[in-house]
């Protein structure tokens, strides 16, 4: 049997994920037992737009359309809440697992998604939606079952920590660190939900409901982004022997969740302080195994489609197997 | 219904997994679907030495009488390849799942075990051999199975890396460091194994069977242990902007798998440089996710408690429930 993909968009986290089932296709069908990936069908805003699609894939503007193609999986890869919400809803309540990188979209609608996934009796996969492929997601709901999460603490959002880090290193302004951010490509054209701190903000509201079940309310949470930092302000960090680093925290404190979002100046003493450029990485505050800290990339093509694909691969794998890597 | 527990040894591990289960118990039940955790036996060697056990438990000193309980998991708590390795085998022989906490007896007999647990149709849980509760064991085996890991560096004794920092911090000498390690309760009343880096040998060969399906020819892994540094090789790192660490490698080169365990002075680039005092670091470098850091503690009666108990936890908990940190 083939498992048959519809993909939401074909922008970076689009493209980027049909060419991994490409490129991984073989290692794929070893861990799904034989069975091939398929993208069946693609849904396009501009269908003009040139480029190069997968030979066997529908391309459509058409959402209903999607459907047509007899899929299995319908993987979200477009930005924003709608139609993002309406497309993912409609998926789940025709039987199809979804597996979404969209942020913005699961921190508002995430505990809707998850209940209907639920009642529908499909899966729902979201580790890309927060820090890409690193396995913030999966490490917090499989692995620390037994651990309580008293608090969490994370760089979650790269163009910031690339800002702070060239403003430190290379004593640059705030505007110069951000052209050079946007030349890399780790800043979008408009990079204001990163640097206001937004983005974080989308992914801390993600984890929040996933540690503790619920989500505090929205306009109550301290939200300040980089956008407030000067030469002067990362100068006088440093003469201290610290960093500015932009950390979102959430905690659970006198019977509700607290989340806050902003600029600290950290001491060498703390496991974020080393996490420097666009790395995210975040620290786990557990009862029984201790701090843990992960860290990885928290964007790009490639690690993105990592984190879809290890959703993909969860859903489909019939059996638990231990084998060790196939070589 | 109870889930029983066979205990093998009662020292800092055993003793520690059995206060776990007592005060997480509510926790774990709610896991478990409401059913109890109870450890039914003990195994202990010297039954004359004055300790307290849980009450309901039977304390004995003959294996075969451990099984007279009706237990469905042994917890193998003791140190060394024997008797733990023929306890292993026989306890799953008898349908009994297993899990351990033992590196030396599993780096050398581990693929035994996971053979004979796949043939008798138990589950064997390892999470606690290699950095405690840290999850580096089930990261590798089930988060990155669409990824190839192509090299994997560590931090793996923390006794190794507590002494470093202080000679490095301090300026004392390894002597000195070390005693401040037993001190502190870091390091044994022989700490052989760890300052000679045979203890992170023995994690180092569990990750390679994990990763590779393989293990290297023992005899060729090059092991240095940190015995060999004095202050002065340490001033001099220190004087370059560098930090010595103990670095265990693995990687996959030439068709086979290449592993050493040495000394190493890094640069701050180096996602190992900031890992500091007792704790335990690896980076994971991987094709799809980029290099990914995870650290924590690698010792200590509670974190190895959490390891043990999450592979406790994914052994019995009956569906794949995806619900919210129980508060």
């Not at 820090?131 to 163009?159: C, D, K, M, Y």
């Not at 505007?175 to 990079?191: F, I, S």
Request: aromatic share 6%; glycine share 8%.
């Amino acid at each position: 049997m083939t498992i048959r993909v519809g993909l939401l968009g074909y922008g970076t986290v689009g493209k980027g994920f049909a060419e991994t089932i490409q490129s991984h296709q073989e290692r794929l069908q070893n861990l799904l037992e034989g069975e091939p990936v398929e993208i069946a069908s693609i849904l396009v805003k501009n269908p003009t737009k040139k480029r190069e699609f997968p030979h066997s894939s529908l391309v459509t503007t058409d959402f209903n359309e999607l459907f047509l193609q007899d899929i299995d999986v319908v993987i979200d890869a477009i930005v924003g809440e709608e139609p993002a919400f309406s497309y993912c809803k409609k998926a789940i309540e025709s039987g199809k697992h979804v597996i979404t990188a969209n942020k913005q979209m699961f921190a508002k609608h995430g505990k809707t998604l998850k209940k209907l996934a639920e009642k529908c009796d499909v899966s729902l996969g979201y580790e890309s939606t927060t820090v890409a492929g690193t396995p913030i997601i999966r490490t917090l709901s499989q692995l620390l079952q037994v651990n309580r999460v008293e608090r969490f603490e994370g760089i979650l959002n790269g163009t910031s920590n690339f800002i702070l880090t060239r403003m430190k290193e290379n004593k640059v302004s705030f505007d110069q660190a951000l052209q050079e951010a946007k030349d890399k490509g780790y800043a979008e054209a408009d990079p204001s939900n990163d640097i206001n701190g937004r983005d974080a903000f989308y992914k801390l509201m993600i984890v929040s409901e996933l540690i503790y079940g619920k989500q505090p309310n929205w306009n109550e949470v301290f939200v300040e982004g980089i956008d407030v930092i000067r030469s002067d302000h990362i100068e006088e960090a440093s003469f201290m022997g610290k960093k500015i680093k932009h950390i979102a925290t959430i905690e659970w404190k006198d019977g509700d969740v607290r989340a806050s979002i902003q600029p600290i100046a950290l001491t060498h003493h703390h496991p974020l302080y080393a996490i420097d450029h666009e790395q995210n990485g975040v620290v786990i505050h557990t009862d029984l195994a201790g701090p843990l800290t992960l860290a990885g990339p928290g964007a790009g093509a490639s690690t993105t489609a990592s984190g879809m694909l290890e959703d993909l691969v969860h859903i489909f794998q019939k059996t638990n197997r231990k084998t060790h890597q196939l070589l």
